[in-house]
């Protein structure tokens, strides 16, 4: 069975750093890109950066770019996000997510076919 | 970025109606979307992707369709357990986006 479970979660002042991780079982970790979603409260779903198997391709949301650091261990299976300067707006219960690749007539689609739990980041002073 | 958005942004209904949500892409995205259902308090699951591709285990009622810059999610026969706030997701751009959602409630 798919499991992910996040943890680091908690309450940091504006500018603050947090580090999250995500420990992952249940399948091939190092064979799949992995995902950081977050959801502000009440708000809807915002795709946060994504990084391949071997960490050889990274990418982050504008909103996050140069303040978030998103990285793995393949050999521990954990995924990590490294946020530093966070701010208020930063506020969001945290995902970690399993990319999926399906192949139909010469073409890769992609999509996210498992998610953790969620694990809350509070910015407030 | 690709910016998608989502209509109605929530809709009423009753158990038993045809449910139809629609989502549009700033450009054109190919196939490149997914759906996804989320209740309160848990994880996103997804339920079509490539526009149209029905996620196992996820009930035949549920479907997609569209391409390009338009897509539409169906429930054939909306069921209790449906209520609950529907996302597209384009996978075009590798910098993926959401769409704003659409709130499912009774009515």
């Known amino acids: 069975e798919v499991q992910l479970v996040e943890s680091g979660g908690s309450l940091v002042k504006p500018g603050g750093s947090l580090r999250l991780s995500c420990a992952a079982s249940g399948f091939t970790f190092s064979s799949h890109n992995m995902h950081w979603v977050r959801q502000a409260p009440g708000k809807g779903l915002e795709w946060v950066s994504s990084l391949s198997g071997r960490s050889n391709y990274i990418f982050y949301a504008d909103s996050v770019q140069g303040r978030f650091t998103i990285s793995r261990d393949n050999a521990k299976n954990s995924l990590y996000l490294q946020m530093n300067s966070l701010r208020a707006e930063d506020t969001a219960v945290y995902y970690c997510?399993?990319?999926?690749?399906?192949?139909?007539?010469?073409?890769?689609?992609?999509?996210?076919?498992?998610w953790g739990q969620g694990t809350l980041v509070t910015v407030s002073s | 970025d690709i910016q998608m958005t989502q209509s109605p942004s929530s809709l009423s209904a009753s158990v038993g109606d045809r449910v139809t949500i629609t989502c549009r892409a700033s450009?054109?995205?190919?196939?490149?979307l997914n759906w996804y259902q989320q209740k309160p308090g848990k994880a996103p699951k997804l339920l079509i992707y490539a526009a149209s591709s029905l996620q196992s285990g996820v009930p035949s009622r549920f479907s997609g369709s569209g391409s390009g810059t338009d897509f539409t999610l169906t429930i054939s026969s909306l069921q209790p357990e449906d209520f609950a706030t529907y996302y597209c997701?384009?996978?075009?751009?590798?910098?993926?986006?959401f769409g704003p959602g659409t709130k499912v409630d009774s009515k």
């Open positions: 997701q384009q996978s075009f751009s590798t910098l993926f986006t």
């Open positions: 450009q054109t995205i190919s196939s490149y």
């Open positions: 997510a399993r990319d999926f690749d399906y192949y139909s007539s010469g073409t890769y689609y992609k999509g996210i076919d498992y």
